[in-house]
């Protein structure tokens, strides 16, 4: 059934709460079968007070996982790895036990600890002590294995990023490059993306883009400009920088079935229940919307920028949001506000 028409007021509401609740800005945009909607509240830069566009590159945090599993999921096509092989196949005595696979790492079900936590138990601190640092992904997995784990191998859900660092591991091995390599060459390259890079450990983000400002743990501290850092925190598992375009063209290309051949994005939506309305697949993130319609992609949370970006089952419609701010529960919770009014349209009366 053809979906109702975005619900434009409905996206206003969102964005204005979102800067009301402390974000500098907020933007949407949709792309709806050809179609583009674009929706935008507040600035992009404090200083400036330079209005927030659409056309802002930012960094995509956590989106970068779908980057990640995409490429390894053409490795899959390629025969060059399978999914329910141990990951110590590939990378020989990298993790602790030899029970732990490629798909439980890619479904946040390995067990593996995530090292942010303790990384960033201080946000501003945390932050400032990485920000121009620059990790090997043996260290971030070190950090990691320095933790109890938190499930047996399979045995549940636990998100963590130390598993997209292990797929960056694995990519390299398996293509003998580096990640960049491998994003340019298997998505930005084929799919035009001229917002879209990989320029870790590069701080700076080229062209044009929105500051992006983290919240402080203390109520009423000022904000904390984030925009210049490494992302070697993160790597293949958030240091993607791109813009509402280019991730509407990923996705849309993603679930339209022209990045992976059907029965490896099949796999990529083999979800396991994480609460009631979402779930997640391999690097995917499925909503379910209160209307019955079900989207999919992923959100970023990376100090200075939330961005939601999701698609239609065929990618026929797709959005991208952010705000300019981070370690704000309260955007995070209103952000996600503009899934039901792209997708669901008006509310009923
Ligand atoms: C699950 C999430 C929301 S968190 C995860 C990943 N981002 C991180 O792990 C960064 C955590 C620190 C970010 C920082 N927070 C703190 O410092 C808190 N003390 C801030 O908000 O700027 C990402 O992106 N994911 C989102 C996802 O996948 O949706």
Known sequence: AALPAPDLAGLSTVLRSAVAQGAPGALVRIDDHGLTYRVTHGVADRDTRRLISTDDRFRVG??????????????????????????????????????????????????????????????????????????????????????????????AYSYSNTNFVVAGMLIEKLTGQPVRTAYDKRIIGPLGLQDTFYVHPDTAIPGRYARGYLTPDKAGAPLVDATAQTVSWAQSAGAVISSARDLDVFYGALLGGKLLPAAR?????????????????????????????????????????????????????????????????????????????????????
């Open 62 to 155: 956590s989106i970068t996982k779908t980057f990640s599993a995409v490429v390894l999921l053409q490795l899959v096509h390629e025969h060059r790895l399978s999914l329910d092989a141990p990951v110590n196949r590939y990378l020989p005595e990298l993790l602790p036990d030899d029970r732990i696979t490629v798909r439980q790492v890619l479904s946040h079900r390995s067990g593996l600890a995530d090292y942010t936590n303790d990384m960033f138990a201080d946000s501003v601190k945390g932050f400032e002590a990485v920000r121009n640092k620059v990790f090997t992904y043996r260290q971030l997995v070190a950090l990691a294995l320095q933790k109890p784990r938190t499930n047996a191998a399979g045995a």
């Open 265 to 349: 994005l099949a796999e990529m939506e083999r979800f396991t229940k994480v609460d009631g309305t979402t779930a997640y697949g391999l690097g995917l993130r499925r909503r379910d919307l209160s209307c019955g319609v079900s989207v999919y992609g992923h959100t970023g949370a990376v100090q200075g920028y939330y961005s939601y970006a999701f698609a239609t089952k065929d990618g026929g419609r797709s959005l991208t949001a952010v705000a300019n701010t981070s370690n704000n529960g309260k955007v995070l919770g209103t952000l996600a506000g503009v899934l039901e009014s792209a997708f669901c349209g008006e509310p009923k009366a």
